[in-house]
């Protein structure tokens, strides 16, 4: 059965105007489950005018009641999570487990959104003369355009209308064409919830044709994206040339320390279910493994152990620990990149393959001896990679572990605290995890240093992107 993948516009569930669109793959297989429509110029001009309408109504709804309705949204998320487990695991390719995990998370966004909305509130100062009242407000900052991915296609889309609907504004989402089904079970949820119609649209279509027509439009007052560096500076430049402010989340290329202080075995077994989660498709994922040398070859022997019996399969399997890539460029791009470090001298202890030749499936690959000029120590590898890289002087290898522009997250293994302290300052990252793997949790602000992004999304500040501020002097 082929199935349908609508544009959603002022709660109308449509085809586009121009009747265009793709097909739709099931990375396990690498065949069509249906079509998704393509927005055109037409679509877009109706999306943007409900949304105008849509951020006068919604602003006019008091934040507590906004709460209330947030609330219900994860509700209707939570209620039906089977079936929407089954939608994430059949387009984007992780196992049943971690898609059950990514509905609870886009719930949990939604719930904390409806949290902080309920705790929007100005202050009032005493002006420098008696007679003076100054008041400060906070606004909805207006339209949001949102532009999401296919790695974590409803909780990375959450997030964003978490925030956006909390503050009171309306929202255009362009999420990836290769994961359609996801947002439209979330905007179904928001809907049935009793968010207005002309306060959400759902758009797909060619990405560079959608933003280039969204960001400048007069309408549209805020920008947000998750995604690569490359495509953020492009759309955080277009957003520039209107002087309209962005939040960007990008990617990460994370250094991942583990000291002679620590059990390598139990390090490996943490490290090997954060690498090999979402096929290593987050942008949070261990990269580039630093290992002090007197623990090297232990960690290295039972990372190696793990790649190899690692079950690799269809999500839907409930056996299955780690799914396919999500697409024929991902399987690419990986066999470009151990193609490459191979070429250079690198040793593969494990994986270093394709599996099959049906669907988009690559083998958990260890790598030893890796040169630095092999380019997965440069770009963000996005699977299930895992470069083990030995060290001896620790001044060395935090030049490595500093030295590329990605900073978003780092991670350090090490039971003594004073290291700990010494190597956490000394990491140029907006997150890092010492002794765990991260996840990104609501009630915490999540953000990339230096090319990682711009601004953050969660934690109390979680409405801040989405408001602007305004000073009354009273007399």
Known sequence: MTIEFPLVINGRWREGAARQGQDVLNPATGESIGKVAHANSTDLDEALDAA?????????????????????????????????????????????????????????????????????????????????????ETHPIGVVAAFTPWNFPMALAAKKFAGALGAGCSIICKPSEETPGSVLALAKALLSAGVPPAAISIVFGRPEEISNYLIPAAAVAKITFTGSI???????????????????ELGGHAPTIVCGDVDPERAADILARA??????????????????ESVFERFTARMTEHAKAWRVGDGM????????????????????????????????????????????????????????????????????????????????????????????????FSN????????????????????????????????????????TEGGIEILSPYQKTKFVSVW
């Open 317 to 412: 399997d409930p056996k299955t620990q780690m799914g396919p890539l999500a697409n024929e460029r991902r399987v690419q791009a990986i066999s470009h990149l151990v193609e490459d470090a191979r070429q250079r001298g690198a040793k593969i202890a494990a994986g270093g393959n394709r599996i099959g030749n049906r669907g988009f499936f690559y083998a958990p690959t260890v790598m030893t001896d890796v040169p630095e000029n092999a380019e997965i120590l440069h770009s963000e590898p996005f699977g299930p990679i895992v470069p083990v890289l030995p060290f001896k002087d620790e001044n060395e290898m935090l030049k490595q572990a500093n030295g590329l522009e990605f900073g978003l997250s780092a991670y350090l």
């Open 230 to 248: 490359p495509v953020g500076k492009q759309l955080a430049a277009a957003a520039g040339r209107v002087m309209k402010p962005v939040t960007m």
């Open 52 to 136: 105008a309408r849509g951020l006068v109504e919604w602003q006019g709804v008091s934040p507590w009641q906004r709460g209330a309705i947030l609330k219900s949204a994860a509700d209707h998320l939570i209620s039906d999570i089977d079936s929407i487990a089954r939608i994430i695991t059949t387009e984007q390719g992780k196992p049943l487990a971690e898609a059950k995990a990514e509905v609870t998370r886009s719930a949990e966004f939604l719930e904390w959104g409806g949290e902080q909305a309920r705790r929007i509130a100005g202050r009032t100062l005493r002006g420098r003369v008696a007679a003076n009242r100054i008041e400060i």
């Open 416 to 455: 003594d605290a004073a290291r700990q302290r010494r190597l956490t300052d000394a990491l140029h990252f907006g997150t890092v995890g010492v002794n765990e793997f991260v996840t990104h949790l609501p009630e915490v602000p999540l953000g990339g240093w230096k090319e990682s992004g711009f601004g």
């Open 275 to 292: 690498k090999f989660a979402n096929s290593g498709q987050i942008c949070l994922s261990p990269t580039r493994f630093f290992v002090e």
